[in-house]
Structure formats: C-alpha cells, structure tokens
C-alpha cells in the first residue's frame, strides 16, 4: 500500500553510517553541494561539532576528533573538497571490505569423533612404541568413548571405540579389552551438559 506524502527507509538511499542518521547525511550531501570551499569548510565543521554533541560519551576515547572527521568523509563519499584538519587516508581502509576467509572444507569419515581426533589418530599411526604412545593412545581411547556416548544418545561400546580405533589408525592400534581399562564417564554430567545444549 503506497500513500501519497509517505515513504519508507526501505525505499530510500542506504545510509553510509546508519548511527548518525538521515538528517546529518543529508547535511553532508547538502555541504558536497556547496560552491565555495569556504561555505563548504564552514559547514563541514558545523556537522562534526553536531556529530560530537550527539556522542558526548565517546570524546575521552583516544582519537576521538579525528574518528568523526573520518567519518564525515565516509558519509561524504570523500566527495567533500575542504581542508581537512586530519589526514583521511586512514579512513579508506574501514570502507574496504575484508577478503573473505576460506572455510576449512576437510572431510573426516565420521564427524561424531571431530576434526582433532583424526589429527590423534593420524599422529598414532607414526608414534613409535613406548610410554608416550601408550598414555596418547589411553587419552585417545577415553575421549572417543566419551564422544560415542554424548553423540549416540547415552549408548557407548568399549568394542566400536577398539574397532574405531584400530580402522582410523590403519591397524597400527589394536586395544586389547582384557587389560585396557577405560575411565570411568560420569553420565550424570554428561546428561547435564547435553541438557544444556538443547536449552
């Protein structure tokens, strides 16, 4: 429904700096427009004098005169030809936009285990026999139990973790179930921070 006399801030031109609002964008563009450099200076220190009644909170930050002059050139578009009591350089690095970060894509065979236990496993396959070995492979072997149980809804098979173990290191662990003793999972907490998750 379009009533005549009546417009929206969806229909009208994007705001460069939303928090100062449309009456000072429209002072900025009104001061771009301006013949003479000296109506345009006049003005331009007007608007920041206003910019900085409407942040009294901010004038103890460090820098805080030169962030509104910044800003005024922003709003301008860097259009405003006056002389500018700061350099403005610096202003042009907070309109560019950053490059996207890649997102890391590595694919794991089952995701209940997460990324950094394939990174164990893969460390595992290559650990030569002794003390070290065998406390990682004990961490190792505890954790995976306790990803199975919050992940499987409360189920956790000491006979998957050894056959999981043994698949994701190529056969290099074998876990023998008669002597390896795995600790003891308080499922009290554990229900209490899956309780948590779902809130």
């Not at 964008?25 to 301006?34: G, S, T």
């Not at 406390?135 to 149980?149: G, H, V």
Request: proline share 5%; charged share 35%.
């Amino acid at each position: 429904m379009e009533i005549e006399g009546l417009d929206y801030n969806t229909q009208r031109e994007k705001l460069r700096l939303p928090e100062y609002g449309r009456e000072i964008q429209k002072m900025v563009d009104y001061a771009v427009e301006l013949p003479s450099k000296s109506e345009r200076q006049h003005c331009a220190e007007a608007i920041v004098a206003i910019m900085d009644r409407m942040y009294p909170m901010n004038r103890e930050n460090v820098d805080y005169q030169q962030k509104l002059w910044d800003h005024l050139a922003i709003m301008s578009d860097f259009k405003l030809d006056i002389d500018w009591p700061y350099n403005i350089e610096q202003a042009r690095t907070i309109t560019t936009k950053p490059q996207p970060m890649p997102y890391p894509m590595s694919k794991i065979p089952v995701r209940h285990y997460g990324k950094m236990m394939f990174e164990l496993f893969d460390k595992l396959k290559t650990m030569a026999p002794g003390k070290e070995r065998d406390e990682l492979i004990k961490l190792t072997a505890n954790q995976m139990k306790r990803n199975l149980y919050q992940w499987s809804h409360g189920s956790s098979d000491d006979e998957k973790v050894a056959s999981d173990l043994a698949k994701f290191t190529d056969g290099k662990v074998q876990l023998d179930l008669q002597k390896f003793k795995f600790e003891k999972i308080d499922y009290r907490d554990t229900e209490r921070k899956r309780n948590t998750k779902r809130k």
